[in-house]
């Protein structure tokens, strides 16, 4: 009997033991991190197969951090990591002072956390910092099991660790129950996204297979097994290894076992203990795992003695796991199966004993424990003070999602209290539910709870109502009504002179995102107006501010606006509340890098304002926007170098989030630019895992760069797939996102025809022209500084359909440069010129012009550091002959040629040829008729023709195909 | 455990399978190869009960992208992830289906464990499909969208009003692929839902697609509490499973 307390042996598993082992630790490049996420049915032995691995992957050297999820759906914000750090600290031997009082630095982190500007985005570099201290270089190993059952705050932190944005080397390996991803469970699109990615596995455990289901059961049973029985544990267990498990064990111990379900076994075990042993179940199965030895002893009310052989009997029968921290039962169907055999009375007596118990003693998850234990217990006046604490305890952990559901549940519970003796205001409880429902985005739940909250007595003044509907309305992206609501809230009879600028204030920047620009800069006087005569209102100067700067600029007198806007700033700066000047300064950053166009200047102001805000205490949230904002101007200005150095600094506050994605986006532009195809890889990666979490409607910026980049790569299919994408999924109003699409579209097709191996879709460029058509529309009636930007990329759009037509029509490429060089925007301008020297060339005509093009398009791209771009300029040149006046020093950033050099030395029997002979005799090998050798040399075919009889001379062959045989035998590459 | 569900064709629908479409243009490609597959399974081939709901939705989908390039919606973010996450809930039942998983939807099993004969009519068949993907997959496949775009379903959005020119499409492609069956279809669904009154038009997909916009704002209330979600889960799917089991019974027979 004893010998069932170990574990059997993990049978059929060694691959994906060593799978899993390589890619959580052998195969993570340093730096790097990783994930596997391993789904499959309940008893198929996740939680094992976590065990072992963990197990192994800590011999390799790792750290590793182990944590389950729990299933009372009002858990507290980040539990696993938190219980994971609790199980580490324990599990330390005494040698290890030093890493015990860094782990318990971690966990004090959660203790005294507390509510701020960003907070959650500061606690998650908080955490990830304390982490890295723990891991003391090593490689960070997360374990978690029951990730069904993870809260978003936890999930959040995962996906922003895995983006790379915490600077670990972290992997994570975590369990899920197949069954409860069915349905419309958070994790289900999480994974579906996560897949995609190199860096992350999902692999489904399946049940054993008939050879490794007879191994199991003939290693419990301790014989080879009788083939009617091993046929019997094969068809009724279908390989589950809990269920083979528990049948061996039927047929060794000689019982005649009728169950093949686990709820069957589970329950015939349950049903084979002795009383006390029964009794200890059910307290196990109404706790809250893990059900510490105190606690369970004050639950179940047996002597010392009796409860130790009780629980001793319960894990012999291996329905119950003891550890350090607990008891846990073996699998948690047990408790959903024992929950249909008590009594309701019996259950609430337990949960009662429960809550009496950690009353008395504070303990992990103290307050959610009470409030579940008391609620159960059929307490709602004890259990809400209890519900009240969690939640506060959660918005303290910046877990809206959480505190919203503790909120609610008071609220039950307050309502199940009668008379007065709750001591728990129903206003605030009401007030406490929409608001934290508004934080965690359940935008209608909040409205909803706003509408009740107006119903009862003691609500919040009529204005202060409509205020708030607003707010609400305007964070679920509904402008029009939000604007509405402002209205309202101005002609309520209560409003006080601070919320009437408030109230006034506000809808001028819905109206801006409603396009409604000559509103938007009345309504904004008005506020500025109403705030000249009261008190305090800075923060709305500055809103009101920058909605008349952006009204004006749109409205075409952009210096009126400016003027407001830097007015603004020094208002803020002499109030000195530090959020209104950080604000001051991006609105005016934006501004300027934005509809105006100003672009050296923008990013001057930007870079002043990060440092200001830095002085004044706000560099996470504020600093990093204004360094992202500067860093995507210095793109655009050509001074990459530049922005490299500050995107890295604004990398360096570890931001989350939105500004996570936007800095992740202008360092992966960079590189793309560079032609660094491994640092952008990592990058769009790193994006596309934060927005796994939600926020798909950032998905277009990281499709066009995804565009952008296979086109280096050649991989014209997988630009055409993005661009695609990216149409399917762009509003028809986003004419710029549109525009730029159109662009990538019609250049992967017009490379596709170049590159004369990959056929051009010509239903993608029907569809790509009539978007481009359409923009064109729609961009007349646009804003200027909009129409602006579109202009560009039509004109570049006009210019690549040329190039589909035939050659390409330098005048239409001479366009584009010109568009550009007016935008100062020197990447599209120089690839633009490298267009129009080609087009020049293809005709033969001014070949001159085309040289100097060819030399203007190579110093910018060179000044840049676009290699790739500068590749394709020198392929060009070399081919027509062009001298780029290259400096030697430069040489050493020229990349691998995409086409075999033909100045390369030739063998023997090619020695007598010319330069350009080989140039030519290359083509032929390709297979090139003469037509198309004279397109791509730019000399005419006749000239080919009388270049190709010299080689068949000098080579002393009749035919193309000995002539290039020649050419293949002398090391053509 | 024994022989492989697909027969002939394991191999090619596992490989398929393999794959995940992250974009409606890969959800028409998808969809377009398993058609393909679908009318070589014999013993049916070209007559297979699965093929005639794939070739409905192959168009009914293909005229959605259309749609989306030609910028028919007002939120073709929120339609595109719509549409393949709705896509996904076809295939996920598949590779259950090819798993011989318990956890196969039983409003989709009905049709699949025809595929192997005996031989249903195309348009019971097809209309067994349309149920279980509306009925049952389609107020998932919202609230997952709702929740990846951080937005909610609220009546007359944007949303709502995409979601609802979907009914078009199917009013559109309807009677082109099954000329003169709609009134049968009025026919049927009266008989099934007798005690609805707010029916009206007679058309089984607008109807069926107004519940699962409301069906999927009840799942959307209890997203976070999976006891809920899983009782809802399984009433949807007992109910999709009632329907489509009497669609395809000789009752549903007099469709044709």
């Known amino acids: 009997m004893a010998s069932d307390v170990d574990s059997p042996p993990l049978v059929g598993r060694a691959d994906r033991v060593a799978t899993l082992r390589s890619a959580l630790l052998d195969d993570v490049p340093p730096g790097h991190t990783a994930a596997v996420f391993l789904t499959g049915e309940s008893g198929v032995g996740k939680s094992r ?7 192994g992957l800590r011999a390799g050297g790792a750290l590793v951090l182990t944590g389950s999820c729990l299933d009372i759906g009002d858990a507290s914000p980040l539990h696993p990591l938190r219980q994971a750090l609790r199980r580490f600290d324990a599990e330390l031997a005494a040698t290890q002072a030093r890493t015990s009082s860094t782990v318990r630095g971690l966990l004090q982190v959660f203790t005294e956390e507390s509510a701020g500007p960003d907070g959650a985005g500061a606690l998650l570099e908080r955490v990830s910092r304390g982490l890295s201290l723990i891991a003391e270089g090593r490689p960070l190993v997360l374990v978690l099991d029951d990730l069904q059952w993870v809260d978003r705050s936890t999930r959040q932190l995962l996906l922003y660790l895995l983006a790379g944005l915490g600077d670990l080397q972290l992997s994570v390996l975590a369990a899920v129950r197949t069954e409860s991803l069915q349905g419309a469970h958070p994790l289900r699109r999480v994974l579906t996204e996560l897949r995609r990615l190199r860096s992350v596995r999902v692999l489904d455990l399946a049940p054993l297979d008939r050879a490794d289901t007879d191994r199991l059961a003939t290693a ?12 019997l544990i094969w068809r009724r267990s279908g390989g589950n290894p809990f269920v083979v498990e528990e049948l061996a064990r039927d047929v060794r111990d000689g019982r005649a076992g009728l169950s093949d379900t686990l709820r069957e076994i589970f329950l015939a075990r349950v049903e084979a203990l002795p009383e006390p042993a029964h009794a200890v179940m059910h307290a196990v199965a109404a706790g809250v795992e893990p059900v510490e030895h105190w606690l369970l002893a004050r639950a179940v009310r047996l002597p010392e003695e009796e409860l130790i052989e009780a629980v001793r009997a319960a894990v012999a029968h291996r329905l119950l796991e003891s550890a350090d921290d607990g008891y846990r039962l073996r699998h948690r169907l047990v408790a959903e199966v024992l929950a249909d055999e008590l009594l309701p009375a019996e259950r609430a007596a337990l949960h009662r004993r429960y809550a009496e118990a950690l009353t008395a003693a504070p303990a992990e998850l103290h307050q959610a424990r009470l409030a579940h234990h008391w609620r159960l217990a059929g307490e709602p006046a004890r259990a809400l003070p209890a519900a009240v604490a969690a939640a506060r305890e959660a918005e303290r952990l910046h877990g809206f999602a959480e505190a919203h559901r503790h909120w609610s549940t008071a609220r039950e519970l307050a309502a199940a209290v009668t008379g007065p003796a709750s001591g728990v205001d129903g206003v605030e409880l009401l007030e406490r539910a929409a608001e934290t429902a508004h934080q965690c985005g359940e935008h209608a739940r909040a409205l909803e709870l706003l509408e009740e909250l107006a119903r009862v007595s003691g609500a919040p003044a009529t204005c202060a109502l409509h205020i708030r509907r607003a707010r609400y309305l305007a964070a679920a992206g509904r402008s029009a009504p939000a604007e509405a ?18 109230a006034a204030a506000h809808p001028a920047e819905l109206l801006l995102h409603l396009g409604r620009y000559a509103d938007a800069g009345e309504q904004a006087r008005e506020a500025l107006e ?93 600093e990093t926007r204004l360094l992202a904002i500067a860093t995507n101007g210095l793109f655009r200005v050509g001074q990459w ?93 986003d004419v710029i996102v549109l525009a730029t699409l159109a662009w990538h579209g019609l250049r992967a097709e017009a490379e596709a025809h170049a590159s004369r191996t990959v056929a051009v879709d010509e239903r993608a460029v029907r569809r790509l022209r009539e978007v481009a058509a359409r923009v064109a529309g729609k961009g007349e009636q646009a804003a200027r500084p909009v129409r602006y930007v579109v202009d560009g990329f039509l004109a570049l759009c006009d210019a690549e359909v040329s190039r589909l037509d035939g050659r390409g029509d330098p005048e239409l490429w001479g366009r584009s440069v010109a568009e550009w060089d007016r935008r100062q925007h ?63 020093t430069e040489r050493r950033h020229v990349a691998p040629r995409p086409r075999p050099a033909p100045a390369q030395p030739a063998g023997d029997e090619l020695a007598t040829l010319t330069a350009r002979e080989r140039e030519v005799l290359a083509a032929v090998a390709e297979g090139l008729t003469n037509r198309e050798i004279g397109q791509r040399l730019f000399i005419s075919e006749r000239t080919i023709g009388v270049h190709v009889s010299h080689i068949f001379d000098k080579l002393q062959v009749r035919t193309r195909v000995q002539a290039s045989a020649i050419f293949l035998r002398n090391g053509s590459d | 455990m024994g022989e492989p569900v697909w027969g002939p064709i394991q191999q090619d629908i596992v490989g398929l399978l393999a794959d995940h479409p992250a974009d409606v243009p890969a959800v028409v490609d998808h969809l377009t190869k398993l058609q393909d597959m679908l009318v070589r399974l014999p013993p049916l081939e070209r007559s297979c009960p699965l093929a005639d709901f794939n070739q409905l939705y192959l168009v009914i989908t293909s005229t959605v992208l259309d749609g989306l390039y030609d910028d028919r919606f007002a939120d073709p973010v929120f339609l595109a992830r719509l549409d393949v996450e709705f896509a996904a809930r076809y295939f996920d039942a598949l590779r259950y289906w090819t798993e011989s998983s318990p956890n196969t939807p039983r409003a989709w099993s009905c049709l699949f464990k025809r595929m192997r004969g005996p031989d249903a009519r195309p348009l019971p068949s097809a209309a067994a499909g349309v149920n279980a993907h509306i009925n049952f997959d389609l107020p998932f496949a919202l609230v997952t969208t709702f929740d990846s775009l951080e937005s909610e379903p609220v009546d007359d959005s944007d949303q709502h009003r995409d979601y609802l020119e979907i009914n078009s499409i199917f009013a559109e492609r ?21 005690d609805i009154d707010d029916w009206y038009q007679g058309e089984l997909v607008e109807y069926t697609r107004n519940v699962a916009w409301r069906n999927a704002q009840k ?14 889960r399984t009433r949807l799917d007992d109910n999709a499973a009632a329907l489509g089991r009497l669609l395809l019974s000789p009752l549903g027979a007099f469709l044709q």
């Open chain 1, 220 to 231: 419990i049973v301790g014989r080879p097994l009788a083939p009617e029985a091993a046929e």
């Open chain 1, 49 to 55: 197969l976590l065990r072992e691995v963990g197990d």
């Open chain 2, 174 to 194: 309807i009677p082109e692929l099954r000329r003169g069956y709609l009134d049968n279809w009025q026919l049927m669904i009266d008989m099934l839902n007798g």
């Open chain 1, 485 to 502: 609501e402002y209205r309202l809230a101005l002609a309520a009879a209560d409003c006080t002179a601070r919320e009437r600028v408030t």
């Open chain 1, 641 to 733: 170098a530049e922005a490299e150095k500050v995107v890295a600094a604004a990398l360096r506050h570890r931001p989350s989030g939105a500004d996570a994605v936007e800095l992740l986006l202008a360092r992966c532009r960079l590189s793309v630019g560079y032609g660094d195809i491994e640092a952008s890889d990592r990058d769009l990666d790193a994006v596309a895992t934060m927005l796994a979490g939600g926020g798909a409607r950032h998905v277009l910026p990281m499709l066009i760069l995804r565009a952008g980049l296979a086109m280096w790569e050649g991989r014209h299919d997988l630009a055409r797939q993005a661009v695609q994408r990216g149409l399917t999924e762009s509003r028809s109003d």
């Open chain 2, 219 to 232: 799942i959307w209330r209890c997203r976070h509490d999976p006891h809920a979600r899983e009782c809802e």
């Open chain 1, 826 to 888: 020197p990447y599209p301008a120089a690839y633009s010129r490298l267009r129009q020297a080609e087009a020049l060339l293809a005709r033969r005509s001014r070949v001159a012009t085309a040289g100097k093009l060819l030399r203007q398009a190579y110093g910018m791209a060179q000044a840049l550091g676009a290699e790739p771009l500068s590749s394709e300029i020198r392929t060009l040149a070399g081919r027509a002959r062009v001298t780029l006046e290259e400096r030697p």
């Open chain 1, 530 to 622: 109403l705030a000249a005569g009261a008190e305090g209102c800075t923060s709305e100067v500055v809103l009101a501010s920058a909605a008349l700067g952006f009204s004006q600029a749109y409205l075409e007198d952009p210096d009126g606006g400016l003027a407001v806007v830097r007015e603004a700033l020094e208002t803020a700066e002499s109030a000195g509340r530090p959020e209104d000047v950080a604000c001051a300064y991006l609105h005016l950053a934006e501004l300027l890098t934005g509809p105006l166009n100003i672009l050296e200047e923008g990013v001057v102001v930007a870079r002043r304002g990060a440092e200001r805000v830095a002085e004044l205490g706000l560099g996470r949230t504020y």
